[in-house]
């Protein structure tokens, strides 16, 4: 990842539009700001989300709060708590996400 075309800022989250996806079961908020050719995402799972797709984008993905379940397509399986981070590149490994109890996400894509 190459950062470059965007000067220093800074985001208070609490001001940017939060989008609403639902899921399978659920509902993900996601609140998104661009840099340059990254996404930075708050997202918000809440409890009982589960996604209705299987993902390939490549992402920086830290549990801030809550429980993250991953599946990835070859079946295994991983579950984020807080102050732990997963790390996938593009086309690498189909994953798609759950929360059983809710998860508050911060994510680089």
């Known amino acids: 990842m190459k950062m ?12 940017v539009e939060r989008v609403e996806y639902a899921g399978i079961t659920g ?9 340059g050719d990254i ?3 708050m997202l918000e ?9 299987w993902c390939e984008k490549g992402h920086i993905l830290f ?16 579950v984020l708590k807080p ?11 189909a994953h798609r996400s759950s929360a059983p109890v809710g998860a508050k996400l911060f994510v680089v894509d």
């Open 63 to 78: 549990c801030l709060e809550g429980e993250l379940h991953t599946e990835l397509k070859d079946g295994r399986n991983f």
């Open 39 to 41: 996404r930075v995402r």
């Open 83 to 93: 102050g732990m981070s997963y790390q996938v590149a593009d086309n690498a490994e």
């Open 4 to 15: 470059s075309g965007f000067p220093f800022n800074t985001v208070d989250w609490s001001n």
């Open 27 to 35: 509902v993900a908020y996601w609140r998104t700001r661009i840099f």
């Open 45 to 53: 799972y809440t409890p009982g989300y589960v996604a209705d797709h």
